[in-house]
T-cell receptor
């Protein structure tokens, strides 16, 4: 079966660091993606991890541990514009993305 | 480049009416997708097209049909709209290569209300 778990909501302070966790349980797992979606907007791609380890892109980093069926997105130097929902869809063997409900990130000044 | 475009942006239908949502991409991508997103939820795949000339059902295909008109265009049709189809519809595209297929580019969405 396929099951993605993320916290429904995370609150952080502007300028701080926040980690959004994602656990999955699936057979045929091919990798974990991260997408950002602002209210009323479309999802935009942030990163993709197929192998264990950390991928860094500017202020955002994504980590994957296949042995633990776990990944996270790390956002540094938080800005108000980072307030959005974050999704960690998993990729399957047919190049499809399976989406969970996502995490709403609230940033306070 | 415009990326992925969708029309219309908003639509209100009465139960039983039909309509077609249009999607086009100018990135020469092989794969195209139609998703729906209900409030507070993630995206659910309706149909996808791995390449020109092929279409396959996703997680929630009932009540919908699709056409991959050419490499650029992928349309979604509701033959007889129902209130349960009230949702935001997103079209997306991706290159079909290992890894790259998981990087999908989305259109701005169509907000559909069925009364």
């Amino acid at each position: 079966g396929q099951s993605l778990e993320q916290p429904s909501e995370v609150t952080a302070v502007e300028g701080a660091i926040v980690q959004i966790n994602c656990t999955y349980q699936t057979s045929g797992f091919y990798g974990l993606s991260w997408y950002q979606q602002h209210d009323g907007g479309a999802p935009t791609f942030l990163s993709y991890n197929a192998l264990d380890g950390l991928e860094e892109t500017g202020r955002f980093s994504s980590f994957l541990s296949r042995s633990d069926s776990y990944g996270y997105l790390l956002l540094q130097e938080l800005q108000m514009k980072d307030s959005a929902s974050y999704f960690c869809p998993e990729g399957d063997s047919n190049y499809q993305l399976i989406w969970g409900a996502g995490t709403k990130l609230i940033i306070k000044p | 480049n415009a990326g992925v475009t969708q029309t219309p942006k908003f639509q209100v239908l009465k139960t039983g009416q039909s309509m077609t949502l249009q999607c086009a991409q100018d990135m020469n991508h092989n794969s195209m997708y139609w998703y729906r997103q209900d409030p507070g939820m993630g995206l659910r795949l309706i149909y996808y097209s791995a390449s020109e000339g092929t279409t396959d059902k996703g997680e929630v295909p009932n009540g919908y049909n699709v056409s991959r008109l050419n490499k650029r265009e992928f349309s979604l049709r509701l033959e007889s709209a129902a209130p349960s189809q009230t949702s935001v519809y997103f079209c997306a595209s991706s290159l079909k290569t290992t890894g790259s297929s998981y990087e999908q580019y989305f259109g701005p969405g169509t907000r559909l209300t069925v009364t």
